[in-house]
Nanobody, 121 residues
């Protein structure tokens, strides 16, 4: 079994910063891409940023230049540094990881439970 646990969400004023963390644990052989998605009330879940195991990143246009995704492969952890936050960034942020199970040898997408980010104006 694999678990993704997010942390670092909270309430911040517009223009502020937050750093989210996502740690993967369990029966892990390897982790391919990791990513962050967000879902605002009444809206679909959207891509925020992704990072490959080799460090290649991809960002949604709405966060380009403000957010930075990174990862520590030794710690099985991904991060999302969010700067210059705007009220429209308010959402539940979910971590996603494509993980090969050490137990089964199969690869699946796993999701964290989500962490709330609220940006006040």
């Amino acid at each position: 079994q694999v678990q993704l646990v997010e942390s670092g969400g909270g309430l911040v004023q517009a223009g502020g910063s937050l750093r989210l963390s996502c740690k993967a644990s369990g029966s892990i052989a390897s982790i391919n891409a990791m990513g962050w998605y967000r879902q605002a009330p009444g809206k679909q879940r959207d891509l925020v940023a992704t990072i490959t195991s080799g460090g290649i990143t991809n960002y949604a246009d709405s966060v380009q230049g403000r957010f930075t995704i990174s990862r520590d492969n030794a710690k099985n952890t991904a991060y999302l540094q969010m700067n210059s936050l705007k009220p429209e960034d308010t959402a539940v942020y979910y971590c996603n990881a494509n993980i090969k199970s050490a137990q089964w040898g199969l690869t699946f997408d796993w999701w964290g439970q989500g962490t709330q980010v609220t940006v006040s104006s």
